[in-house]
């Protein structure tokens, strides 16, 4: 960025937020000048400095425990004697002196709260000696929903001081409106979840239970192992807890899984696993990898095809472990496999790829994606990139 671009954002910081600063500074830290930099930039800092420490309570939404965390330093960017943060019904927090004021504080901002608007009032306050006397309340608002308000108090009428209110009132909406993103971001992901779970065939749980019935009696014992990974399989894909889980445990219910199918399979069915120990413990989003190859046991093993070979490599890449699912069956046309991944398949068809590619990109980013490799009799090759570490992924 040059320094006329630096130039213009401090000139912004200093409009929505310098009145507050130098203005009503009554029980805020008084600004101090630094050995480094102007006073302008000083100042600059400090605001930016707060607004990123009040930021992170707000990402949990308004509620009484945010807005108590948050308020201090809302009240320090404005400069105000006192400031008040609700929701429609009460009050979730208050900051400096005054607080006798919260008694008549619901009544006063009922009009804010129904219209939407901004509103400026007197406090009319009978303590004399109370240095609260005009006040101002802004909206809270998210998706044209009034949450809540902020009110700043201060000993006199100030338009600097409403300006200033607006402009951070407008400033916790944006983060207001980010928790609620990341909490439908949360909900996509569980409904994602259960998009993959539903899609577990009743055909392959009929097909699993018929293949251990059949072996009741020739082989009793088989038939109680295969039992056992039944189960584990079901209670594994089923569980209620975490976004995300181990490679480690994500292939062993792999590994559960494709017994079931060589049980009904027999030597049609060939896997290859290749896993490289240093990657076990890597974190990735749950349910990941084994609709990848449910969606390779599906195409190696559909239509004439009389035997199929699956190979599975889990590898160390460094910063990253590389995980490759590659089938010799029908494969698919790439036209068609573009369109899945844009959506358009169908509600029946392809769902879990789509799904995969989707969930990879919204945690780690558009360069997470699926890649896949394929063309009609030439079988599909689907590789899956996965950091070691990324702030917030972790395995349970």
């Not at 996509?188 to 979840?193: D, G, H, K, Y």
């Not at 998009?195 to 009929?206: E, G, T, V």
């Not at 060939?270 to 195409?299: D, G, I, R, W």
Request: charged share 25%.
């Amino acid at each position: 960025m040059t320094g006329a671009g630096y130039a213009v954002i401090v000139l912004l910081v200093l409009l929505l937020f310098g009145g507050g600063l130098v203005t009503g500074r009554r029980t805020a830290r008084p600004v101090r000048t630094s050995d480094v930099g102007t006073p302008v930039e000083h100042a600059t800092f400090e605001t930016l400095h707060t607004a990123s420490l009040a930021a992170p309570p707000l990402r949990a939404g308004l509620t009484e425990e945010s807005a108590r965390r948050s308020s201090r330093r809302l009240r320090s960017l404005l400069g105000t004697d006192a400031l008040c943060l609700t929701d429609r019904d009460r009050i979730l927090a208050w900051d400096g002196e005054g607080d006798h004021h919260g008694r008549h504080i619901m009544d006063q901002v009922q009009d804010v709260l129904a219209t939407g608007r901004d509103t400026a009032f007197r406090s009319e306050c009978d303590d004399l000696d109370c240095p609260l006397r005009w006040a101002v309340a802004v909206p809270l608002t998210v998706d044209h929903r009034v949450l809540g308000t902020l009110i700043a108090y201060a000993p006199r009428e100030s338009a600097v001081l409403a300006r200033a209110a607006g402009e951070v009132a407008r400033w916790v909406c944006v983060q207001l409106e980010l928790a609620e993103l990341d909490r439908s971001r949360t909900q996509l992901i569980e409904a994602e979840i259960r998009a993959l779970r539903a899609q577990i065939s009743p055909h392959f749980i009929f097909n699993s239970l018929a293949a251990i019935a059949s072996f009741v009696r020739t082989d009793p014992e088989q038939a109680r192992e295969l039992l056992l990974e039944f189960a584990d399989f079901t209670r594994y894909s089923f569980r209620s807890h975490g976004d995300f889980t181990t490679l480690a445990d994500e292939l062993h219910s792999i590994d559960q899984y494709l017994a079931l199918v060589r049980a009904r399979f027999g030597e049609r069915l060939s896997v290859t696993l290749q896993v490289a120990p240093e990657v076990l413990p890597v974190a990735l989003p749950f349910l990941c990898l084994q609709p990848l190859v449910e969606n390779a046991v599906k195409h190696g093993l559909e239509g004439a095809v009389t035997s199929s070979r699956i190979t599975i490599s889990a590898l160390d890449a460094g910063s990253e472990a590389e995980v490759v699912i590659e089938d010799d069956g029908t494969g698919m046309d790439p036209e068609r496999l573009r369109h899945i991944l844009r959506g358009e398949g169908g509600k029946s068809t392809g769902i879990g790829l789509l799904n995969v590619d989707e969930r990879l990109r919204q945690v780690y980013g558009d360069d997470y994606g699926l890649v896949i490799e394929t063309g009609i009799g030439a079988g599909m090759r689907i590789t899956v990139r996965l950091p070691k570490y990324r702030a917030g992924v972790h395995g349970s």
